[in-house]
């Protein structure tokens, strides 16, 4: 298995992987959950996918989709509209989008230090998937020297993220809407090299070996 960073504007960025990620979010939101979400074209898509704001962390076999995600910086700004906007977390506790604004106790951060992480999905129940996805996203935040990364799911996501040993903390209420029960949470970024082991450069299309 391999987890690649797709970022726009990066030399041979894997865009087919973007695009079969979409795919398949279509495939386990709308046909699989039923929950009412925008589509084109046979993707799942949002405000939130703007390929000049939005970074995707896929897990991939030869280029078959087993999971990915999706990271937003916390200072975005997205749209020029009536409504402008920032990431899932902050745009619900300002009530811009159906999730209870409780969701949140504080206002959410605009640090451009802090990422969002949704649309956690994979095709392959194993846990390993997971736990492949978010090390691949704390070492890019890691090396956008980021200190804390946010989260949006279900309650199961939290006791999956402190099994892999990182230290999740609720933001906020544990809420419902149609589609389910979310609870927002933050990790903070860790370093996860062996002890004495020297830093080492990022690549932005870095593949990540899980065994």
Not at 21 to 41: A, I, K, M, P, Y
Not at 92 to 117: D, H, Q
């Amino acid at each position: 298995m391999q987890v690649e960073v797709v970022e726009f504007g990066r030399v041979a960025a894997r865009w087919d992987l973007v695009e079969a990620f979409l795919s398949h979010r279509r495939e386990v939101f709308v046909d699989r959950l039923g929950w009412d979400l925008t589509l084109s074209e046979g993707y799942e898509y949002d405000q939130y996918d703007v390929v000049s704001v939005a970074i995707y962390v896929i897990a991939h076999d030869g280029g078959r989709i087993l999971g990915g995600a999706r990271l937003l910086r916390c200072n975005s700004s997205i749209g020029n509209g009536r409504t402008v906007y920032s990431y899932m977390i902050r745009d619900a506790w300002r009530g811009v989008i159906g999730i209870p604004k409780t969701v949140c106790w504080e206002p959410p951060t605009t640090s451009p230090n802090s990422w969002e992480l949704t649309r956690l999905l994979t095709l392959d129940p194993s846990p390993r998937i997971v736990r492949g996805i978010l090390h691949a996203v704390n070492d890019f935040l890691r090396s956008r020297h980021a200190k804390e990364c946010l989260f949006l799911g279900p309650p199961s996501f939290m006791r999956m993220a402190r099994m892999f040993g990182y230290a999740p903390s609720a933001m906020g209420d544990l809420v419902e809407n149609k589609d389910g029960r979310f609870i927002a949470f933050s990790c903070p970024v860790i370093d996860r090299r062996p002890h004495g082991a020297p830093q080492t450069g990022h690549t932005h299309r870095e593949c990540l070996a899980i065994v």
